[in-house]
């Protein structure tokens, strides 16, 4: 197994003639010197912003019009008519949240509905997780991905073989970068390839790992005390449909150890950050490309 195999998780997917497994995260970024994290190699430091009202009615009316809803039994349609009279007292709130580092405990309840796909319904593994999230958390979930992805662009962070969830970057991209490399190696002697896709790579974020990341990445100060608030201390709870009684089966809330919440905003960002030095430790003997969790190897013998 090649020495890049390395962190939380214990999933592992067989690929002739090599093996390879969901746990690719280290602990600390990679530096291609080998060095330690220093002043010299970390980013420059996110700049603390503050919303405006103008940022928060944008947000709200970007929002899906839905009646669907979270613990707080506020759906999206409900805050798009009340937005007129709660923008101004919403935007202290978050102003004051910011200020503290404070991603507030009320908005750190989810509830889990399983989401049948295909095949044997009476195995779990055929069901996909939902997260239904506090509504006002994903106007404070935005308005956080907006800003990391501001700073993580503006100081070339984010690895250029990463193409998920990117603006201007589509799934086509990533095929049209596999697609070249074969066709440049097809007079070599042969071409390798390793195609993963992992499962449930949220689920494997550890959250100790990540806030390492966002600190090399210059997420510091006050800033990494909020991502922290928004990571520690946040609890789910699954609800199921039962035919029988025709009524929701509700579990009481567990705390989430590892992991960032299915469907929430920040969780592919928070992914990509987790992942972000694997190509650079890859690119010296292969190909990468990723696509979200999709991770693809390409190498060849001149």
């Not at 404070?102 to 889990?112: E, G, N, Q, T």
């Not at 404070?140 to 690895?159: C, G, K």
């Not at 390492?212 to 991502?227: A, E, V």
């Not at 789910?236 to 992991?259: C, D, R």
Request: with cysteine; proline share 4%.
């Amino acid at each position: 197994m090649h020495n890049l195999l390395y962190g939380v998780c214990t999933h592992t997917y067989l690929l002739a003639p090599c093996s390879y497994s969901a746990a690719l995260y280290t602990a600390v970024p990679y530096y291609s010197d080998t060095r330690t994290a220093t002043e010299s190699n970390r980013k420059k430091p996110m700049k603390h912003k503050h919303v405006t009202t103008k940022e928060i009615e944008k947000i709200i009316q970007s929002l899906a019009t839905k009646d669907s809803h979270g613990f707080d039994g506020i759906s999206n349609r409900i805050l798009k008519i009340s937005s007129p009279f709660i923008i101004s007292p919403l935007t202290f709130i978050i102003n004051k949240a910011l200020l503290k580092g404070i991603f507030l405990d009320s908005m750190k309840f989810s509830i889990v509905k399983p989401l049948y796909k295909n095949s044997n319904k009476q195995d779990m593994a055929n069901y996909r997780p939902i997260c239904l999230l506090i509504t006002f958390s994903k106007i404070f979930e935005i308005f956080m991905q907006a800003r990391l992805l501001d700073h993580l662009t503006s100081h070339n962070i984010l690895s250029k073989e990463q193409y998920g969830f990117r603006s201007n970057l589509i799934m086509e991209n990533a095929t049209f970068t596999l697609t070249n490399e074969i066709l440049n190696a097809i007079n070599n002697l042969w071409v390798g390839g390793i195609f993963c896709d992992l499962k449930k790579v949220f689920d494997c974020v550890n959250h100790n790992i990540l806030i390492k990341k966002l600190d090399h990445y210059g997420i510091t100060g006050i800033n990494k005390t909020l991502y922290e608030s928004y990571l520690t201390d946040r609890y789910q709870s699954v609800s199921i449909y039962s035919n029988n009684t025709g009524e929701f089966m509700v579990s009481k809330w567990e705390k989430i150890k590892h992991g960032v919440p299915q469907g929430s905003i920040t969780g592919p960002m928070f992914f990509f950050i987790y992942i972000n030095d694997l190509p650079a430790l890859i690119n010296k003997n292969a190909t990468p490309a990723l696509f979200a969790d999709d991770t693809s190897y390409l190498n060849y013998t001149l």
